[in-house]
C-alpha cells in the first residue's frame, strides 16, 4: 500500500497536467457545435485509460460515445472477487457567459493550489482522480482486491439519455456490487462527504405565442396581449409568500424530513453570513419552515432557469414581441414522481393561461430523486475510506443536485451508488470561473486507494 501512495505523492504534478489536458477539450453536451469535441474527449480518455493499463473502449451510442475502461482480470482460481464500477461523465454544462471568466473555460490555469476551468470540478477531475488511484495500483503492481470498471460518459448533463440501453444491453459484463461516484460535493474540506440522496429533476419549457409576427408597439401595442408580460405574469402565479411551490398536487408524496435526519442537517457547518456572501444575494430566500441545508437538498422547487422574449440587442426596439419563452426545471424529492409532477404542471399551466396568447409545453429530461441507506456496511466502508484519506471524520448529507442515471443503477443492475464527492461549495460549479482544488484532487486519488480495500473486505 505504501508504494502506491508514494507513486501518488511522486506523480502528482503528472496528474495536474493530465487533468488540464482533459480539461482543454470543450466538451459541452448541451450544444450541437461540440458533438466533435465530445467525440474526441471521449478518444483521448480512451487512451488515456489504456496508457495507465486499462482496457478500455469507447463505446458509439445514439448521442455521444461512452467510455468503457476495465482493470485486467485476475487470473480466476474459481474464487469470484468483487466488482465495482467507477461511473463519471466527461461533458461539461455551458460555459457561458464567456465575458465572466477571469481566464478561458477551456484554457486550464493553476493560481493557489486550484485549478480554474470548466469541468475542473464538474466532473473531469473528480473521475480523474479515480482513474489515478487505479494508476497507481497497477502501475506499482500493487495486486487490487477486486474488479473495477470505469464507465464514463457524455452525456450527464443532459440527462444521461443513452446510457440506460447501454446499461441493460451490457448488464451481464457491468453487473456489479456497487457503483463508486465521485461527481457530488462536501461541505468543507474538514468535512468529507458521503451523500445518501440526490434530488430529482424534470425539465420543459413554456412558450406563449402572441402576434403571429413582432409588432409596432405604438401602432398595436394595446389592443393586443403582450406574451412576455403574460408568461410574466403567469409565473409569478407559481409561487406563495411562503415560499412555497403554488401547483395543486406539486407536494404530492413529498416524504417528511425525520427528526433525525433534522438534527443531522443542524450538525453541519453553516453560517448564513459566510452563504449569503459566497452566492452573492442581498438575502437569502427559501421555503418558511425549513433550514438552508433542508431547503437545498431535502425540498422540492421550482427554477426558471432562463427567460426570453423581444429584443436583446443593444439599444431599444419598441416592439410587443411574438412570443416569450421560459426554461424551467423542477427539482424533486423521493418520493415525488417526475412524470407525476409534469402532468400536474401542465394542468395548472392550462387553467392558468389567458386566452389572449397560446400555451405550448415542451417536455426535457427528467430522473427521479434518490435515496440510499447510509448504514449499509458499504456505506460504512466507504466512510472509512474517507476518513482514512481527509484525515477527519465524514459526514453524511443530501445534496440538491441530481445524477439521473443512479436509479437505473439501482433498477437494470441492483446496485447501489456511492456518491463519495470532492467539490467544495464554492467550486463554481455550472458558473464562470469553475475550479478544482488541487488538494482535493490529491486527497480524492488517495480516498480510491483505501476505498477498493475498504470496500473489498465487506
Ligand atoms: N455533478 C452534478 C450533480 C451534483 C452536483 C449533485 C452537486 C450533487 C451535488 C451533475 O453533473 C449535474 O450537474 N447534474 C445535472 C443533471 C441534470 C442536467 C439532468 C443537474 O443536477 O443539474
Ligand atoms: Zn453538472
Not at 482486491?145 to 448488464?171: K, M, N, Q, W, Y
Not at 416592439?319 to 415525488?336: E, G, S
Amino acid at each position: 500500500m505504501q508504494a502506491v501512495i508514494d507513486y501518488l505523492k511522486k506523480n502528482q504534478s503528472r496528474a495536474v497536467a493530465e487533468l488540464c489536458e482533459y480539461v482543454r477539450f470543450p466538451s459541452v453536451s448541451a450544444q450541437p457545435q461540440h458533438r466533435g469535441d465530445l467525440r474526441s474527449c471521449g478518444e483521448w480518455l480512451v487512451e488515456h485509460c489504456r496508457a495507465i493499463g486499462l482496457e478500455a473502449r469507447l463505446c458509439a451510442t445514439k448521442g455521444n460515445p461512452i467510455v468503457v475502461a476495465k482493470t485486467p482480470r485476475a487470473k480466476s482460481n474459481g474464487a469470484t472477487r468483487p466488482h465495482f464500477m467507477v461511473y463519471g461523465h466527461y461533458d461539461v454544462q455551458p460555459a457561458e457567459p464567456l465575458d465572466l471568466w477571469k481566464s478561458p473555460p477551456f484554457e486550464p490555469r493553476v493560481a493557489n493550489g486550484v485549478l480554474f476551468g470548466r469541468g475542473t470540478s464538474d466532473d473531469k477531475g473528480q473521475a480523474l482522480a479515480h482513474l489515478k488511484a487505479v494508476e497507481a495500483y497497477l502501475k506499482t503492481g500493487t495486486p487490487l482486491p477486486c474488479d473495477i470498471t470505469f464507465v464514463i460518459e457524455g452525456e450527464e448533463e443532459v440527462g444521461s439519455g443513452s446510457l440506460a440501453a447501454f446499461l441493460l444491453e451490457h448488464r451481464a459484463e457491468l453487473d456489479c456490487d456497487a457503483v463508486v461516484i465521485s461527481d457530488t460535493g462536501m461541505p468543507s474540506s474538514k468535512h468529507p462527504a458521503l451523500t445518501y440522496a440526490l434530488r430529482g429533476i424534470a425539465s420543459f419549457e413554456v412558450t406563449l405565442h402572441g402576434p403571429a409576427r413582432d409588432l409596432h408597439s405604438g401602432i398595436f401595442g394595446g389592443t393586443v396581449d403582450n406574451p412576455a408580460m403574460a408568461l410574466c405574469q403567469l409565473l409569478g402565479k407559481l409561487r406563495d409568500k411562503d415560499g412555497r411551490v403554488a401547483i395543486p398536487g406539486f407536494y404530492d408524496g413529498v416524504q417528511p424530513l425525520s427528526a433525525y435526519e433534522r438534527k443531522q442537517f443542524a450538525r453541519l457547518p453553516f453560517k448564513a453570513r459566510d452563504y449569503q456572501r459566497l452566492l452573492g444575494v442581498p438575502k437569502l430566500f427559501g421555503e418558511r419552515g425549513f433550514t438552508p441545508h433542508e431547503q437545498r437538498s431535502a425540498r422540492p422547487t421550482f427554477e426558471i432557469n432562463g427567460l426570453t422574449s423581444g429584443y436583446q440587442g443593444e439599444g431599444s426596439k419598441t416592439i410587443v414581441p411574438a412570443w416569450a419563452r421560459a426554461k424551467i426545471t423542477v427539482r424533486l424529492v423521493p418520493d415525488q414522481d417526475p412524470a407525476k409532477v409534469i402532468k400536474r404542471i401542465r394542468q395548472h399551466l392550462k387553467k392558468l393561461c389567458p386566452p389572449t396568447v397560446r400555451l405550448e409545453i415542451t417536455e426535457g429530461h427528467g430522473a427521479e430523486p434518490y435515496l440510499v441507506s447510509p448504514t449499509s456496511p458499504q456505506a460504512q466502508a466507504a466512510l472509512r475510506a474517507l476518513k482514512s484519506a481527509f484525515g477527519c471524520e465524514p459526514v453524511l448529507i443530501r445534496e440538491g443536485g441530481s445524477i439521473p442515471i443512479v436509479n437505473q443503477f439501482k433498477k437494470i443492475l441492483h446496485a447501489d451508488s456511492l456518491l463519495l464527492g470532492l467539490a467544495l461549495p464554492d467550486d463554481n460549479a455550472h458558473s464562470p470561473n469553475e475550479k478544482f482544488d488541487l488538494d482535493c484532487f490529491a486527497k480524492g486519488q488517495l480516498m480510491g486507494v483505501y476505498l477498493w480495500q475498504e470496500l473489498s473486505g465487506v
